[in-house]
Each structure stands twice: as structure tokens, then as C-alpha cells.
């Protein structure tokens, strides 16, 4: 079976400087099956964000949220 994936074969993520990258898996919650997306974020520096949100917009308020703290 091929999956999307947004790291490579050692798991290290893909994502280019200035790019974000995400895919979605599906997942148990209790009894309940859930999409969730993994995101990754990397700035023009190279530095990377990562994470797991029920939605793409949440993973883009986390990452802004990361961004504005970083200043």
C-alpha cells in the first residue's frame, strides 16, 4: 500500500524553507473515528513546526501562534 507521507524513509520531514507540507490519517477517539491532519511548517531559516490538529485551519492557527511567539 502506498501512503502519502510528508517525511522521507527515515522519517525526517520534507518540508522546503518557506513551505508548509501536511497529509491526513485517520485515527481512533474512544469509539469515534477521526481525520486528523500532521503539518509541517519550515521558515526561511530552516527552522521546523509540527503538528497534529482535527483541522487544517487549527494547525494554521498553531502554526501563527508559533510564528508570533517567536518574534
Same mark, same amino acid.
Given at each position: 500500500m502506498i501512503m502519502n507521507s510528508i517525511n522521507d524513509e527515515r522519517g525526517c520531514s520534507v518540508c522546503q524553507p518557506g513551505k508548509e507540507n501536511y497529509t491526513t490519517y485517520a485515527t481512533k477517539l474512544g469509539r469515534k473515528r477521526v481525520r486528523m491532519y500532521q503539518?509541517?511548517?519550515?521558515?526561511?531559516?530552516?527552522? %521546523?513546526? +509540527? &503538528?497534529?490538529?482535527?483541522? %487544517?485551519? +487549527? &494547525?494554521?492557527?498553531?502554526?501563527?501562534?508559533?510564528?508570533?511567539?517567536?518574534?
Open positions: 503539518y509541517d511548517y519550515r521558515t526561511e531559516s530552516g527552522e %521546523l513546526f +509540527a &503538528c497534529c490538529a482535527p483541522t %487544517l485551519e +487549527a &494547525c494554521r492557527e498553531r502554526r501563527d501562534k508559533w510564528l508570533s511567539s517567536r518574534q
